[in-house]
């Protein structure tokens, strides 16, 4: 028998609550064994049945919407209030606009991170990017971000032309939905090398990565491929870029945005994207860097994270020892 699952050692149950999806790219065997070496077991919870009637738990982790499970959440905690569920759906929630998921980056007092210039922009209106002061090109997202499969149809918009094929092109998808009407927020784009840095919190845990993203534009042109100066992420090519070659942000800058963050979020499990400001050359200024970002989410892809199992399971016994 493993040292680390001695008879007599204490056991803890942990509930997962999450889509099919998500369950079978988080809660893969290697993180079951080692969780159970541990002395966690990690249980199913079914959202259609009372939490409250379920096996007994000592830590719930999920991630579900709707108001129907949030009532089952309040309703658990107000009967077991110290069982930690992992995390309150009120600090979840902001994450869920693009606007309000920024939010908190702006009130970090730091002189190097910062966010990009963005407006919330109405696609049925007739106003222009440049009337909602900002300069082409732009980066266009759904304003919300909820995990649905729309939430992830983001552009970029080189010019005038691109924006006015983007208006037609939602105003189509608007009449197939119903009357829906497409609010999105627009970025100005900043250059960073083709390379974004994402970087992963859990609990006190930070681990950051590299990955490929868009290439830099020197100009409103420099993207060729597309006629009607707009393009859909999916049909940009990042192939040029070398991510391995792009310096990784000080270590110490990473932790500071990670704790600043998790301080102002409310939360344990997420990750952020920031990218690093290229100049006009296409360099980075190494004594004055700027980190802009772009991106938060909740309980991500954990899996992608190196030895995830250790860290996802120290994680949880922390919580439930500390709690």
């Known amino acids: 028998m493993s040292a680390s699952v001695e008879a007599g050692q204490r056991r803890y149950r942990v509930g997962y ?14 993180l079951v064994e080692h969780a ?29 919407y709707g108001q129907d499970w949030k009532q089952q959440l309040s309703e658990f905690s107000s009967k077991h209030p110290n069982v930690p569920i992992i995390d309150p759906p009120e600090r979840i929630e902001p994450l869920h606009n693009r606007i309000s998921m920024l939010d908190c980056v702006t009130r970090i007092d730091s002189a190097t991170v910062g966010i990009p210039r963005q407006a ?24 919300v971000a909820d995990g649905g499969g729309t939430s992830h149809e983001m552009y970029l918009v080189l010019n005038s032309r691109g924006w006015e094929s983007l208006r037609l092109r939602l105003k189509d998808k608007d009449k197939d939905e119903a009357g829906a009407t497409s609010q999105l927020v627009v970025q ?36 060729s491929s597309s006629e009607d100066g707009l393009l859909p992420f999916s049909r940009i090519s990042n192939a040029a870029v070398d991510k391995h070659n792009a310096q990784m942000p000080p270590r110490e800058l990473v932790e500071e945005m990670a704790m600043a963050l998790r301080a102002e979020l409310g939360l344990r499990l997420f990750n952020f ?5 290229t100049t006009s050359t296409g360099s980075h200024d190494d004594n004055n860097s700027k980190y802009v970002v772009i991106d938060i989410n909740y309980f991500p ?23």
Do not use: W
Not at 17 to 30: D, G, W
Not at 205 to 214: A, D, G, I
């Open 120 to 143: 919330v922009a109405v696609m049925q209106d007739s106003k222009e990017a440049e009337e909602l002061g900002l300069r082409f090109p732009v980066v266009a997202k759904p304003l």
């Open 36 to 64: 159970k070496q541990k002395g966690i077991d990690l249980v199913p919870v079914d959202p259609s049945k009372p939490l409250t009637e379920q096996p007994p738990f000592h830590c719930i982790i999920h991630k579900l």
């Open 188 to 223: 100005e784009f900043v250059n960073h090398g083709g390379v974004v840095f994402k970087v992963y919190v859990v609990g006190r845990h930070v681990e950051c990565v590299r990955r490929t993203s868009l290439p830099d534009i020197s100009t409103p042109d420099a993207v």
């Open 301 to 323: 892809g954990y899996a992608k994270m190196p030895n995830y199992e250790h860290v996802l399971t120290h994680f949880l016994l922390d919580v439930i020892a500390n709690f």
């Open 273 to 277: 994207d920031v990218i690093r400001e």
């Open 17 to 30: 609550a999450l889509e099919a999806k998500k369950v079978k790219t988080l809660i893969l065997p290697s």
